[in-house]
């Protein structure tokens, strides 16, 4: 019982540690962030690196995404008589939900771990030490830019997505099963609110941009300097910012549509 009490006290102490710690290097961060605005060309180049070749995937995923809310949407909606609000439930289950939160999970499992791997293979490389003895500050040389490119990129990514996965649907409901093309766009455009649906989908983008890439260059900073160091804080990025991904979600959800 004693070894139990021990070792919960043992895991409550570092969790207190490592979130005092996070959030230094969170405030950190964010003061050294106004030295970028003279060098905008380091947040130009992460987000090339970030966001161009996460396009693939994404806009990939967003398509067959498209296809199956078509086909799903189609299928629940004709039995009763509704088939032709399919273009406003593509579009909302879209713009509200899976665009932001699937870019996030994507965005968490293709650049998240490469920016770990990253500043893991850095610091195990003794580079960031290097920059330190040449009074160079790693946190605002080499994290800042990287985090403010992952925290633009990803509301681009979940638009790009969005709109992929439209036109998913519009292929799946309109071209192929034959619903109205006219009733699928007007629906759509009659339905989707600009503050309400976009607006919110567009806040949870950058939220999760925020989360997705702090978690992944923290975890990457502190990970320890061997190749087992580095792989283990490659899997702590996916399932941490994963797990905070959905639970962020349920949380602005339940704020913005109460």
């Known amino acids: 019982m004693l070894n139990l009490v021990s070792h919960l006290g043992g895991m409550v102490t570092n969790f207190i540690v490592n979130v005092g710690y ?3 290097v969170f405030l950190q961060l964010l003061g050294r962030s106004g030295a970028l605005l003279r060098r905008p060309r380091l947040i130009t180049d992460q987000i090339h690196f970030i966001g161009n070749y996460s396009l693939v995937i994404i806009a990939v995923s967003g398509l067959f995404v498209g296809f199956v809310l078509g086909l799903q949407g189609y299928y629940t909606l004709n039995k009763y008589g509704s088939e032709q609000a399919l273009g406003l439930l593509v579009a909302l289950s879209l713009t509200r939900e899976l665009g932001p939160v699937v870019t996030a999970l994507l965005f968490a499992g293709r650049a998240g771990t490469s920016l770990t791997a990253e500043i893991g293979l850095m610091k195990a490389g003794e580079q960031l030490a290097a920059m330190e003895m040449m009074a160079i500050n790693p946190v605002e040389r ?6 403010w490119a992952g925290v633009i990129a990803m ?13 998913g649907g519009y292929i799946v409901g309109v071209q192929l099963i034959g619903v109205d093309e006219g009733a699928f766009w007007s629906q759509m455009q009659a339905g989707v ?16 941009g925020f989360a997705v890439t702090f978690v992944a260059l923290y975890q990457g900073y502190e990970a320890q ?6 792989a283990r804080a490659t899997t702590r990025t996916v399932v941490i910012a994963s797990l905070g991904v959905l639970w962020l979600d349920f949380l602005l959800t339940a704020l913005m549509f109460n």
């Open 155 to 167: 509301p681009a990514l979940a638009a790009i997505f969005s709109a992929v996965g439209i036109f």
């Open 225 to 230: 300097p061997t190749p087992e160091g580095v």
């Open 22 to 24: 996070a959030s230094r």
């Open 142 to 147: 080499v994290i800042a830019p990287r985090f």
């Open 193 to 208: 609110d600009v503050w309400k649906d976009i607006a919110n989908g567009v806040i949870k983008s950058i939220i999760f």
